[in-house]
C-alpha cells in the first residue's frame, strides 16, 4: 500500500482529533459545562426543527432544508475549527509537536479528519428532516436532492480547509476565525448583494453565481421553467450544469487549500518570534 | 553522545547564541546556568530541532540536527519551559497519542504507558483527565511524555518551574534516575543549589557564550584554587590575622569584623590541622574554624555580570 495512505490514513496518530471533537462537541463527560449547556441548546433546536418539518412536511422543499443547513454550518464550522492549529500555537502544545517526529501532512490532514467526522455527524442528523420533507414533498426530485447534498457537503468542506488554512497562517485563533468569516460575508453575502443591486449583465451574473452554494441550491431546488438566478436574471446554464461541477470543483479546492495549510506550517517551525521589543527587526 | 559544535543563533542584528560548543556522553546529567535571555531556551530549541540553527551544528549518535532532524526527534525527549496539553483527552490517550507519533508498536504502547506512568508517579491518574491534574502533575505527564519512546537525550527546560518544594525534590530524584539510566540530559534552571545537587557537569552562560562548562566541583576548583578558611575567635582576632599570615602555605589572612578571619591556604590537609594547632598553641581562643568552600552560586555569580542580550 502507497506509503502516504498509511502516514495519513492507517497509523496517523492525529487521528485522535476525532477523538477530541467527538468530546468537546458531542458528549456530555467532556467535564466542561459550557459545552454542555451548548449541546443540550443544539439538541432542543435540533428536536424543535425535526417536528417543524414532520408538521409542514408536504410544504416544505427539502432543497431548502439543505440551504438552512449549509448557511448554518458555513457559521458552525469556523467556529469549531479556528484554533486547530492556531490554538495550538496559543496554548503552547505546538512545539511537543513540532519537536515529534510527526509530518506537516499527517498534523494537517489528522486536524482535517477531525473536522470532517464532526461535520459528517451534523450533516447526518440534518439528513433526518430532509428525508421526512423529501417523502412528504409533491415535486421531490432524487437526483437534484443528492446533487444537493453534496454538493452542499462539499462546499462545507471547503469551509473547514479554509480555517485550517487561516488557522495554519497565522498565530491568533480570532485572526483565523475573522478572517475566515470576512472572506465567507465578502463572497457570499457582499458580492451577491452587489450585483443585484448594480443590475449587471446575465452573463456576469450567472458566471459569478455558478460558484454561490445558495445560487446552486436555488437553481436546483426550483422548477425547470421560467427559472431566474438569485440575481433576478433569467439563468441560461442548464440545469444539468448544476450540482456536480460545483461539487467537484468544491473539492479540488479543499485538496489545495489542505495541501497550502500543509506547506505553511514551515512557516511556525522554522522561526519564532524572539526579539526584545525596541528591536529593529522586532 | 551530543556533539554540541560552534552553535550560532542570530535574529536580525541580535546574536542570541554567539558558536558554543560542548559534548555529552551517555549518563551525563548537564546542568544549562544563565539568567533569562541569556541563550538556554534558544541553545536547547535548537537542540531539538525547532529552529534552525545560523551556523554550527549539533550531532546525536550520528544524526545532525541540521541534516536529519526527524532522526534526531526520534532520540529525544523535549520538556519547553512552558507548555500545554490537550485538555480533552485522558492521560493514557495523552500518552497513547505521543507513542504513536514516535512509532512505539501497538502491542507494547500498554506496557510503555504503564511503566512511565509508575517511573512519574501518576499511575493512579492513568484514567484521568488532563485538564484534572494539578500543576506539578501535568509537569509530570509532560515529562512521561518525553519518556514514552525511550530518548537518548532529553532536553528539560526550566522543568521545575512553578513546582512546589515537594514536587521538585521528586523531580530531581527522577531526573537523576534517568541519568542512571544511562539517558544524556540537559536540565536548565534557576536554581543553582539543586542543579549542583544532582548534575555531574554544568554549563554557564552569558549573553550567548558559554562562560564555563565541566563538572561542577572542577568549574568550583577552577574558580577557587585555594582552600578559603573562616575563622572564629572569641577576641583578639586582628592579632590572631597577622599571625596566621605568618605561618607556611597561608596565601593571605584577613579580618572582616565581627571576631573572623578569613585565610586563603594553599596547603594540604595535614598542614591546614597545623594551623588550627598552632593557633592554640600561641593562646588565641577560637570559637569555630570551617572551611568555606564555593558553592555553583558563587561561581555563578563571580562569572557573570547580570548582562543580557
Known amino acids: ?282 | 553522545m551530543l556533539e554540541v559544535k560552534n552553535l550560532r543563533k542570530e535574529y536580525g542584528g541580535l546574536t542570541a547564541v554567539k558558536g558554543i560548543s560542548f559534548n555529552l556522553n551517555p549518563g551525563d546529567i548537564f546542568g544549562f546556568i544563565g539568567s533569562n535571555g541569556a541563550g538556554k531556551t534558544t541553545t536547547i530549541r535548537m537542540i531539538a530541532t525547532l529552529l534552525e540553527p545560523t551556523a554550527g551544528t549539533a550531532i546525536l549518535n550520528g544524526a545532525d540536527i541540521r541534516k536529519d532532524p526527524m532522526a534526531v526527534r526520534r532520540m529525544i525527549g523535549y520538556m519547553p519551559d512552558f507548555f500545554g496539553l490537550y485538555d480533552d483527552v485522558k492521560v493514557w490517550e495523552y500518552l497513547d497519542f505521543f507513542a504513536a507519533i514516535y512509532q512505539v508498536p501497538p502491542k507494547k504502547r500498554t506496557e510503555v504507558i504503564d511503566s512511565v506512568l509508575e517511573l512519574t508517579n501518576l499511575t493512579v491518574k492513568k484514567q484521568s483527565f488532563v485538564q484534572s491534574l494539578s500543576r506539578g502533575m501535568q509537569q509530570r505527564l509532560c515529562l512521561a511524555r518525553c519518556l514514552v519512546h525511550d530518548p537518548t537525550l532529553l532536553l528539560l527546560d526550566e522543568p521545575a518551574s512553578g513546582l512546589d518544594p515537594r514536587a521538585r525534590a521528586e523531580l530531581k530524584e527522577l531526573i537523576a534516575e534517568l541519568g542512571r539510566m544511562g539517558k544524556i540530559v540537559i536540565v536548565s534552571s534557576h536554581i543553582l543549589p539543586e542543579l549542583a545537587d544532582f548534575c555531574n557537569s554544568v554549563g554557564i552562560i552569558e549573553r550567548g557564550e558559554l562562560l564555563a562548562f565541566g563538572p561542577v566541583g572542577q568549574i568550583i576548583k577552577d574558580m577557587q584554587p585555594h582552600r578559603v578558611f573562616a575563622v572564629h575567635f572569641v577576641s583578639d582576632a586582628d592579632n590572631a590575622s597577622e599571625y596566621v599570615a605568618t605561618l607556611p602555605n597561608v596565601l593571605s589572612s584577613q579580618a572582616t569584623g565581627h571576631g573572623e578571619v578569613r585565610i586563603e591556604y594553599g596547603g594540604d590537609l595535614d598542614g591546614q590541622a597545623d594551623v588550627l594547632t598552632r593557633l592554640i598553641q600561641k593562646g588565641f581562643r577560637v570559637s569555630s574554624f570551617r572551611e568555606d568552600s564555593a558553592d555553583l552560586e558563587d561561581v555563578f555569580l563571580k562569572l557573570t555580570t547580570g548582562a543580557v542580550n
Not at chain 1, 27 to 45: A, D, E, I, K, Q
Not at chain 1, 49 to 59: A, E, K, Y
Not at chain 1, 202 to 215: A, C, E, N, W
Not at chain 1, 257 to 269: G, I, P, R, S, V
Request: hydrophobic content about 55%; charged content about 15%; overall charge positive.
Open chain 1, 1 to 282: 500500500m502507497k506509503q502516504w495512505f498509511q502516514d495519513l490514513f492507517l497509523h496517523n496518530p492525529m487521528l485522535i482529533e476525532i477523538t477530541r471533537f467527538r468530546r468537546r462537541y458531542f458528549s456530555f463527560r467532556s467535564g466542561n459545562s459550557t459545552n454542555s449547556v451548548v449541546l443540550t441548546m443544539v439538541l432542543l433546536c435540533y428536536a424543535g426543527l425535526v417536528l417543524v418539518v414532520r408538521d409542514n412536511s408536504h410544504n416544505t422543499n427539502p432543497i431548502s432544508l439543505i440551504m438552512f443547513e449549509t448557511g448554518l454550518l458555513t457559521v458552525f464550522a469556523p467556529m469549531m475549527l479556528y484554533g486547530a492549529i492556531a490554538g495550538e500555537r496559543e496554548r503552547r502544545s505546538w512545539d511537543l509537536l513540532l519537536a515529534a517526529p510527526i509530518t506537516k501532512s499527517q498534523i494537517v490532514f489528522g486536524k482535517f479528519m477531525g473536522a470532517l467526522a464532526a461535520l459528517s455527524v451534523a450533516v447526518l442528523l440534518f439528513q433526518v428532516p430532509i428525508l421526512i420533507s423529501a417523502l412528504s414533498f409533491p415535486e421531490t426530485n432524487w437526483l437534484k436532492l443528492l446533487w444537493a447534498t453534496l454538493m452542499s457537503f462539499a462546499f462545507l468542506l471547503d469551509v473547514c480547509a479554509l480555517t485550517i488554512l487561516f488557522s495554519a497562517r497565522v498565530k491568533r485563533g480570532l485572526m483565523a476565525l475573522g478572517a475566515v468569516l470576512g472572506i465567507l460575508g465578502i463572497t457570499l453575502v457582499v458580492i451577491p448583494s452587489v450585483f443585484s443591486a448594480a443590475g449587471v449583465d446575465r452573463v456576469s451574473s450567472q458566471v459569478t453565481m455558478f460558484l454561490h452554494p445558495i445560487s446552486v441550491l436555488y437553481e436546483l431546488g426550483g422548477n425547470d421553467r421560467d427559472r431566474y438566478s438569485m440575481v433576478d436574471q433569467p439563468t441560461f446554464v442548464p440545469l444539468w450544469l448544476w450540482g456536480w461541477p460545483q461539487t467537484i470543483v468544491y473539492a479540488l479546492f479543499a485538496v489545495l487549500m489542505l495541501n497550502w495549510a500543509a506547506k505553511t506550517l514551515t512557516f511556525a517551525e522554522n522561526e519564532v518570534k524572539f526579539l526584545p521589543q525596541g528591536n529593529k527587526n522586532a
